[in-house]
T-cell receptor, first 111, second 123 residues
């Protein structure tokens, strides 16, 4: 099972909005709404920030939002802050493995 | 409060079998909708699902590693054990234990992670 495709890096200035894409296929991202996003700081475990395409777990800032169109999902970070510098991974259920498949990962830099 | 903690050897020799134990608290693996799984992440790479076990003992394995993996749950000890055979240097990674909450909609959320244990495979 191939990993979902994400841009290697995205950057923005404080206060701006950025969007990270996550491209899969009609068998995974395009077929199911079981799409999650994780934030990971160096040396730390990933943290769930979006699930089911656009839902936020309790305690997650509403500056993070998710959407999906066709085989591509997106994570938007609004009002970019220095603390948003991290790696971000998408994840989607795939019936090929009956497990989730992760994206390639995107490093967000705040200029 | 839900916590998970991984334990196991940090250095493994090629061809050996490694046993990783996840000890958890704050939930029961007998509760409907609960699952515990293992995810690994090689240095500087994306995470990868390895295996998971549901409350009713259904098990799922990564097809690419299925023949090498065994996952079992011990509900009396609140532990999940993963064994991985024929270890090789490419298996060097941080291994995470995760808790999933699954719903009738089919959605499962991986909201709780252990801190991870770095396993290095080297002779």
């Amino acid at each position: 099972q191939s990993a979902l495709t994400q841009p290697a890096s995205v950057s923005g200035s404080p206060g701006q909005s950025i969007t990270i894409s996550c491209t899969g296929t009609s068998s995974d991202v395009g077929r199911y709404n079981y799409l999650s996003w994780y934030q990971q700081y160096p040396g730390k475990a990933p943290k769930l920030i979006i699930y089911d395409v656009n839902s936020r777990p309790s305690g997650i800032s509403n500056r993070f939002s998710g959407s999906k169109s066709g085989n591509t999902a997106s994570l938007t970070i609004s009002g970019l802050q220095a603390e948003d510098e991290a790696d971000y991974y998408c994840s989607s259920y795939t019936p090929t493995t009956n497990l989730d498949v992760f994206g390639t990962g995107t490093t967000v830099s705040v200029l | 409060q839900i916590t998970l903690k991984e334990s196991g050897p940090t250095l493994v020799k090629p061809t050996q079998t490694v046993t990783l134990t996840c000890s958890f608290s704050g939930f029961s693996l007998t509760t409907t909708g609960v699952a515990v799984g293992w995810i690994r992440q090689p240095p500087t790479k994306a995470p990868e699902w390895l295996a998971l076990v549901y409350w009713h003992d259904e098990k799922r394995y990564s097809p690419s590693l299925k023949g090498r993996l065994t996952i079992i749950k011990d509900t009396s000890k609140n532990q999940v054990v993963l064994t991985m055979a024929s270890m090789a240097p490419v298996d060097t990674a941080t291994y995470y234990c995760v808790q999933l909450s699954c719903f009738t909609s089919g959605s499962c959320h991986t909201a709780h992670w252990g801190q991870g244990t770095l396993d290095t495979v080297s002779s």
